[in-house]
């Protein structure tokens, strides 16, 4: 088509499906560039909920489910991003007898035996800045193997969306 019927030509006009695909696919583009900054996806079942909402300025309180960094080379982690909730605060009485786990005389979770991770051993007050981790399957690799995470290690404080 030569150049100047191209310039004559009116552009056609666009109907309701074209606006309402225009304006769809901007809402979209803005969604997926601003949510991804206050979501997080676990890829381990480790916690029942597996998409979760960051609230920046919360303050981790005992249930809070919190992200952190874990350097643990027995386990691959060079660091890793984690998920777990807070199971005792700093001050908490934690005490395990054997392997099951209590903060304040409240169950928290059992250690497995096995060769591969020996259960943490500690009766006593949580120190400060420190926190007890632990997972909501049983299976969860946490403080019960890990020990105690400083408070200052956690990057976020997240609400469970599903």
Partial sequence: MPLTVWFTNKPPKMGRKGICFLVLT???LIVGTV?????????????????FWEMEDQVPAPGSYV?????DASVGCNPCSIVKRI??????????????????GKFLG???ENDRHQPFVFN???PPGRVFLI???ERSYDSRYFGFKPLRDIEVVLRPLF
């Fill in 87 to 104: 199971g005792c605060m700093p001050g908490g009485a934690l005490t395990n007898n054997g392997t099951k786990f209590y903060c304040n």
């Fill in 124 to 126: 006593g007050t949580v």
């Fill in 135 to 137: 997972g909501d399957q």
């Fill in 35 to 51: 949510l991804p900054q206050y979501v997080t996806i676990t890829r381990t079942d480790s916690v029942k909920y597996n998409v």
């Fill in 110 to 112: 059992q250690a497995q």
């Fill in 67 to 71: 992200r952190l960094l874990l350097w």
């Fill in 26 to 28: 901007a809402l979209f």
